[in-house]
């Protein structure tokens, strides 16, 4: 079990784990409003571990929405799930089917960040296992604060603009493991300013895939491009 939780693995976990708990018992409270029970949170946490899909849907089925149009606005927000298996396949291809697969499941915006920077760091012992260690640890943490969440009810009230607020943080924390690099710190204000201005005419997150593969076509041109002038 050490491969997998060790001393390395909790430290890069935390801030995900910190961050979760009033997103999580935020997304609880909205689902004991529509009707769910801690135990059907708990499944939908497992099986739908995707905050904004997670509170999309919430919304959508207290709005009354069928199956099938709930199933696919979450699709199109978790689109860039996608992007992120494809950059983290070339760190983890060696490993069986099926940690591949339960790997894909545990991908979301803040795994995908840490152990993508986990990974690049030159002098860094990370590994698939130790990867695989701090999804499950995000992913368990997110589902205990939505059932609390659940079980604390109407009794606790938690302003949307606070959740907001503790989600936008969150991810300049993330972010800011770059900031030693002015590239990284660049591409990432790019990505940043593409995304707020393609949501004038995208929606259901689209405006964030968009920017991010262009930020990412930006980053690797850069890339390149020092590559050949160092040759």
């Known amino acids: 079990m050490g491969e997998y939780f060790n001393k390395q693995v909790f430290k890069a976990v935390w801030p995900i784990c910190f961050g979760y708990i009033p997103l999580g018992v935020a997304c609880g409270i909205l689902g004991e409003k529509v009707g769910l029970d801690a135990f059907l949170m708990a499944m939908m946490s497992i099986f739908l571990f995707a905050g904004s899909g997670q509170f999309i849907a919430l919304a959508m089925i207290g709005a009354g929405t069928a199956i099938i149009p709930i199933v696919i606005t979450v699709g199109i927000v978790n689109l860039?799930?996608?992007?992120?298996?494809?950059?983290?396949?070339?760190?983890?291809?060696?490993?069986?089917?099926?940690?591949?697969?339960?790997?894909?499941?545990?991908?979301?915006?803040?795994?995908?960040?840490?152990?993508?920077?986990?990974?690049?760091?030159?002098?860094?012992?990370?590994?698939?296992?130790?990867?695989?260690?701090?999804?499950?640890?995000?992913?368990?943490s997110w589902m205990l604060a939505t059932v609390a969440g659940v079980l604390l009810g109407s009794a606790v009230y938690i302003d949307t603009g606070l959740v907001s607020y503790a989600l936008i943080a969150m991810f300049i924390g993330l972010w800011s493991f770059h900031f030693k690099s002015a590239k990284l710190i660049g591409i990432g204000v790019l990505g940043g300013g593409l995304a707020l201005l393609l949501s004038l005419w995208l929606d259901n997150m689209l405006n964030v895939v968009v920017a991010t593969v262009v930020a990412a076509i930006v980053?690797?041109?850069?890339?390149?491009?020092?590559?050949?002038?160092?040759k």
Do not use: C
């Open 80 to 140: 860039r799930h996608m992007l992120y298996g494809l950059i983290l396949n070339q760190y983890i291809s060696k490993e069986s089917l099926l940690y591949r697969m339960i790997y894909a499941q545990e991908i979301v915006d803040e795994t995908f960040a840490v152990n993508s920077i986990e990974f690049q760091k030159r002098d860094s012992e990370w590994n698939p296992k130790k990867a695989a260690g701090l999804n499950f640890l995000a992913h368990m």
């Open 219 to 230: 980053g690797a041109a850069i890339d390149n491009g020092e590559g050949v002038e160092k």
